[in-house]
């Protein structure tokens, strides 16, 4: 069955740091994966990867896909206390739009 | 506005009653996503559709639960004789090649 991980489960850095977030995935046909930024309401969404090596940049977020070792991964840099979140992955399948989530990163970022 | 809207944003129940949410889309987009959030978890599939016809339901999903979108615009999520363990945030999202996600309905069973 199509699965989403991402690690580390949680995550505590201080400001000013670098974070890298993992999500590798399970699926019989891929269309694409995103990720969300999730603070105390509904995920917001921050980037769609459908290409291998491509890296997609917001700012200080940045994320890039290996299609063929099947992950993906989501850096921080510079992180600030307003990136305290839970970053959800998602992969959606070809064929089918369903996405299916990952339990997500919940990243603390002290002062 | 022009996001997704969920309606209501909070709901207490008794047990065993039925409740009824809604889910306004973003007006170009023809999918539309029901999902469950308990904490700490990810958001769990129940269901979408495009335009009005239901495409997939987990199956996970009790047959207490229904959904519908009639004239492939606004949604709604029916929960009859609901439980306890029915007590979660529930999510409604629509898409075009990305999907972004209304605030939610939080659901308490009591």
């Known amino acids: 069955e199509d699965k989403v991980v991402q690690s580390p489960l949680s995550l505590v850095v201080h400001e000013g740091d670098t974070v890298t977030l993992n999500c590798s995935y399970e699926v019989t046909n891929f269309r694409s994966l995103l990720w969300y930024k999730q603070e105390k309401k509904a995920p917001t969404f921050l980037f769609m990867l459908?290409?291998?090596?491509i890296e997609k940049k917001s700012g200080r977020l940045s994320s890039i896909l290996d299609k063929k070792e099947l992950f993906s991964i989501l850096n921080i840099t510079a992180t600030q206390t307003g990136d305290s979140a839970v970053y959800l992955c998602a992969h959606c399948t070809s064929g089918t739009y369903k996405y299916i989530f990952g339990t997500g990163t919940r990243l603390k970022v002290l002062a | 506005d022009t996001g997704v809207s969920q309606n209501p944003r909070h709901k207490i129940t008794k047990r065993g009653q039925n409740v009824t949410f809604r889910c306004d889309p973003i007006s170009e987009h023809n999918r539309l996503y029901w999902y469950r959030q308990t904490l700490g978890q990810g958001p769990e599939f129940l269901t979408y559709f495009q335009n009005e016809a239901q495409l997939e339901k987990s199956r996970l999903l009790s047959d207490r639960f229904s959904a519908e979108r009639p004239k492939g615009s606004f949604s709604t999520l029916e929960i009859q004789r609901t439980e306890q363990g029915d007590s979660a945030m529930y999510l409604c999202a629509s898409g075009g090649s990305e999907a972004f996600f209304g605030q939610g309905t939080r659901l308490t069973v009591v």
């Open positions: 459908t290409s291998s090596g």
